[in-house]
């Protein structure tokens, strides 16, 4: 969970501007299975994210893009760290002719194996973008200042610099994968980066700090866009990777760049 105070209203609008799609194709991929073995040292929860990683992999090899992941990836992400996994979705698929644009969880089940092992599965109604244009115009923004690890009622903060001129957009994914626009909230706070001329966030209007509930600590991710060009988003609505995506994916493919900043809060 992540707390702010400010006395700025929620909703904002920007003026939008115009977009130049990239020719796209949505391939929709009804009742995908996979499964991740729930390990002694795991959460029930923790195998059910690896079981949702694995079906994201299904679905982008179903959608014809199988050759660019390769077999040392797969055993990577299926015996590495939930930290290890959101590492290897980020850098793996960054520069893939297609985005995941629609996931939708049908339902969960339990298993025992041959060997005794105990299997998490998940079906999944998932849609995968596919794109003509390779990337070309990405502005890859250099964020300092957020650690990996926070006490519970630590504040929170960061620098953004760009190499060239670009607007951003900060997102934050709680441990429960909600999502929300942190940044900006109001026309008074610009995203326009300009040339190597950081900006510093939370500005003076808002003061950020995390918060969690959970005794075992909490798990979130800042999640950063750029882009060349402003455009338009409603706050309100956003609120989970689709309604997030619906809003991301009508940006230029070839011109668009997002990464994201993990970080657990723990209870000292």
Same mark, same amino acid.
């Given at each position: 969970?992540?707390?702010?105070?400010?006395?700025?209203?929620?909703?904002?609008?920007?003026?939008?501007?115009?977009?130049?799609?990239?020719?796209?194709?949505?391939?929709?991929?009804? %009742?995908?299975?996979?499964?991740?073995?729930?390990?002694?040292?795991?959460?029930?929860? #923790?195998?059910?994210?690896?079981?949702?990683?694995?079906? +994201?992999?299904?679905?982008?090899?179903?959608?014809?893009?199988?050759?660019?992941?390769?077999?040392?990836?797969?055993?990577?992400?299926?015996?590495?760290?939930?930290?290890?996994?959101?590492?290897?979705? #980020?850098?793996?698929?960054?520069?893939?002719?297609?985005?995941?644009?629609?996931?939708?969880?049908?339902?969960?089940?339990?298993?025992?194996?041959?060997?005794?092992?105990?299997?998490?599965?998940? +079906?999944?109604?998932?849609?995968?973008?596919?794109?003509?244009?390779?990337?070309? %115009?990405?502005?890859?923004?250099?964020?300092?200042?957020? %650690?990996?690890?926070?006490?519970?009622?630590?504040?929170?903060?960061?620098?953004?610099?760009?190499?060239?001129?670009?607007?951003?957009?900060?997102?934050?994914?709680?441990? #429960?994968?909600?999502?929300?626009?942190?940044?900006?909230?109001?026309?008074?706070?610009?995203?326009?980066?300009?040339?190597?001329?950081?900006?510093?966030?939370?500005?003076?209007?808002?003061?950020?700090?995390?918060?969690?509930?959970?005794?075992?600590?909490?798990?979130?991710?800042?999640?950063?866009?750029?882009?060349?060009?402003?455009?338009?988003?409603?706050?309100?609505?956003?609120?989970?990777?689709?309604?997030?995506?619906?809003?991301?994916?009508?940006?230029?493919?070839?011109?668009?760049? +997002?990464?994201?900043?993990?970080?657990?809060?723990?209870?000292?």
């Amino acid at each position: 969970m992540f707390l702010q105070k400010t006395s700025l209203p929620l909703f904002i609008t920007f003026i939008l501007a115009s977009f130049n799609l990239v020719s796209q194709k949505e391939v929709r991929l009804n %009742d995908l299975s996979a499964c991740a073995v729930l390990h002694s040292n795991e959460t029930v929860e #923790e195998a059910r994210q690896a079981a949702i990683f694995n079906v +994201k992999l299904v679905a982008l090899q179903e959608a014809g893009i199988s050759e660019l992941i390769t077999s040392n990836q797969f055993f990577d992400v299926k015996k590495g760290s939930m930290t290890d996994k959101d590492n290897y979705y #980020e850098t793996t698929f960054a520069d893939l002719k297609g985005e995941i644009s629609k996931f939708n969880v049908i339902s969960f089940d339990q298993s025992v194996g041959s060997s005794g092992e105990v299997n998490i599965c998940v +079906k999944a109604n998932v849609s995968v973008v596919k794109f003509d244009a390779e990337p070309k %115009d990405r502005i890859n923004l250099l964020v300092d200042g957020v %650690d990996s690890r926070y006490k519970n009622g630590d504040p929170i903060s960061m620098k953004i610099t760009s190499p060239k001129t670009a607007y951003f957009w900060v997102f934050l994914i709680d441990g #429960e994968g909600n999502y929300s626009l942190l940044y900006p909230q109001s026309l008074q706070q610009s995203n326009m980066l300009g040339v190597n001329q950081p900006i510093s966030l939370p500005d003076k209007s808002v003061y950020w700090n995390v918060n969690t509930k959970q005794k075992q600590g909490e798990k979130n991710g800042l999640l950063l866009v750029s882009y060349p060009e402003n455009v338009s988003i409603n706050a309100a609505q956003i609120t989970d990777f689709n309604s997030w995506a619906n809003w991301y994916n009508q940006l230029n493919y070839t011109s668009r760049a +997002k990464q994201i900043k993990n970080f657990l809060i723990f209870n000292p």
